[in-house]
């Protein structure tokens, strides 16, 4: 059996929690969680005849990404990046996240989550948003923790990316 660790990076209060506790538990609440320090829980899937265990690594949400401990991201396997699509500043966030995390542990496969799609006309994306995505050639999903909108998808996706 294959195991494959993910982080889930990304501001405080964008969904991360959410999104490790639908796919993993088939659980939300509406209630805020903080995570304090990092939670770990796992998950086996079949993936093309393939199974693999996915160890989710929940890391703390932060608004300054310097306070990270790098430590944590040692031996992940890729990421998935969230945004709140209704607070542009986390996903301004999130193209900083991205380019420390290439340069302190290098290029790790990876999908950009931007949950909260059930609250999209609350949505603040500026129009130069997709372009700049696009341009960098990530895979972006919109997602939603409360529907279970491409919650699935999201992990699915990363883990084709990781076994290449």
């Known amino acids: ?49 393939t199974e693999v265990t996915l160890v989710l690594w929940d890391l703390y949400g932060e608004d300054d990404f310097q306070k990270m401990r790098w430590s944590n991201l040692r031996g ?8 709140d699509g209704t607070r542009s500043a986390t996903l301004s966030k999130a193209l900083d996240l991205e380019e420390r995390v290439r340069k302190e542990v290098g290029a790790l496969p990876f999908v ?18 997709e372009a700049e995505t696009a341009a960098r050639k990530w895979t972006v999903l919109n997602s939603s923790a409360k529907t279970g909108k491409n919650v699935e998808e999201a992990f699915l996706q990363l883990t084709r990316k990781m076994l290449g």
Do not use: H
Request: aromatic share 10%; glycine share 6%.
């Open 1 to 49: 059996m294959i195991q494959k660790k993910i982080c889930m990076l990304g501001s405080f209060a964008v969904g991360k929690t959410s999104l490790v506790r639908l796919f993993v538990e088939s659980i939300y609440s509406e209630t805020y969680q903080t995570t304090v320090g990092v939670k770990v829980d796992k998950k086996a899937v079949a993936l093309d005849n």
């Open 76 to 83: 992940a396997s890729g990421y998935l990046l969230v945004g």
């Open 112 to 129: 950009f989550v931007i949950n909260k799609c059930d609250l999209a006309q609350e949505w603040e994306i500026p129009a130069s948003f």
